[in-house]
């Protein structure tokens, strides 16, 4: 038998054991960990503010897919002198206070978050040249309501359009705003600005650069230009960017221009939680109902029969819940 393998070599026979490292279940403390804030990201690396010094990083692997975005405060490991050719390691994301989210469509289940712990969201959007696109500042509305950042709008080139025809819109939902016009000072922004970390949401050629060099002189944010025959501006910003204003407390992000904002992570009940004095006459709605118009026994109609809201707010909200459905061109 010999050469062959039989039963009785087979009781004799103890397999190798594989040499491993014992499993620990100490994590790693980072001790020598920085405070850092997110300006911008480009290509897999990071821009971070830390002490005063702009430093590159890159995410650590045990962050695996966590997201990190601008207005991110993280913690960071590595060299962080800021000097060419260092690179950092981002380690830890502290929670956010805010999260401003959109879909690529509606029908997109996946969202992405543009940017974290903002506290405004300025829409901005032109009266004229473009002409203005009341949907997709609904779905801006929409957006700042869910993240539970203060929306703000902001109306350029007033010397081309009377703002009053855009403003009777969304007087009623009680949306504060400013208003500019090209060449002028900026000041009225600023001081609404001021002390907040704001970011500016629009679609191209409406100004928002132009703005953001008005407000931080050393930005040098590129300046498009409003297409003759479609009506469009060319997407100028490619990235997201985080600046602070000069002279004050406060920060601005600028991001690229947008052409929709898909809404499809909103749900209705956190929108008519952005309107306290119409939530509490939704008590008594039947169980799914979205407030919406023609929703049967709602309870925003028997309030409006009764006389106890007011109905240019009811129809406000309502419109901005029908932005969740409809295309923002």
Not at 11 to 25: A, D, L, N, V, W
């Amino acid at each position: 038998m010999s050469g062959r393998y039989s039963d009785h070599d087979h009781e004799h026979y103890e397999r190798p054991r594989r040499r491993t490292r014992p499993r620990t279940k100490e994590r790693p403390t980072y001790a020598d960990a920085v405070d850092g804030l997110v300006l911008t990201v480009d290509r897999g690396r990071w821009t971070l503010l830390v002490d005063g010094r702009t430093v590159t990083a890159m995410k650590s692997r045990p962050l695996g897919r966590k997201g990190v975005v601008v207005g991110d405060r993280v913690r960071v490991v590595g060299d962080t002198s800021g000097a060419d050719g260092s690179l950092a390691r981002i380690v830890e994301v502290a929670p956010r206070t805010t999260t401003l989210r959109r879909t690529a469509d509606d029908d997109d289940p996946v969202e992405r978050v543009i940017v974290a712990n903002a506290t405004q969201l300025v829409v901005v959007a032109a009266l004229a040249d473009p002409e203005p696109r009341p949907r997709l500042i609904d779905r801006a509305l929409v957006a700042a309501y869910d993240a539970g950042m203060r929306p703000i709008l902001c109306l350029t080139k007033a010397d081309l359009a009377d703002p009053e025809t855009l403003l009777t819109t969304y007087r009623s939902l009680g949306v504060p705003y400013v208003v500019t016009r090209r060449g002028a000072d900026p000041a009225p922004v600023r001081e609404v600005l001021a002390g907040e970390t704001s970011v500016l949401v629009g679609h191209s050629g409406v100004g928002k650069s132009t703005l953001v060099n008005a407000l931080v002189p050393d930005a040098d944010r590129e300046v498009g230009h409003v297409n003759a025959v479609t009506g469009r501006g060319r997407h100028t910003s490619t990235s997201a960017y985080l600046m602070p204003l000069p002279h004050q407390a406060g920060w601005i992000i600028d991001t690229p221009g947008i052409r929709s904002f898909g809404l499809a992570h909103v749900e209705p009940e956190r929108l008519i939680g952005a309107f306290p004095d119409l939530e509490e006459l939704t008590e008594d709605c039947p169980r799914g109902c979205s407030h919406g118009a023609g929703e049967p026994e709602c309870g925003l109609d028997d309030a409006l029969a009764a006389g106890h809201a007011d109905p240019l707010r009811v129809e406000s909200f309502r419109r901005l819940l029908a932005a969740r459905e409809a295309s923002a061109d």
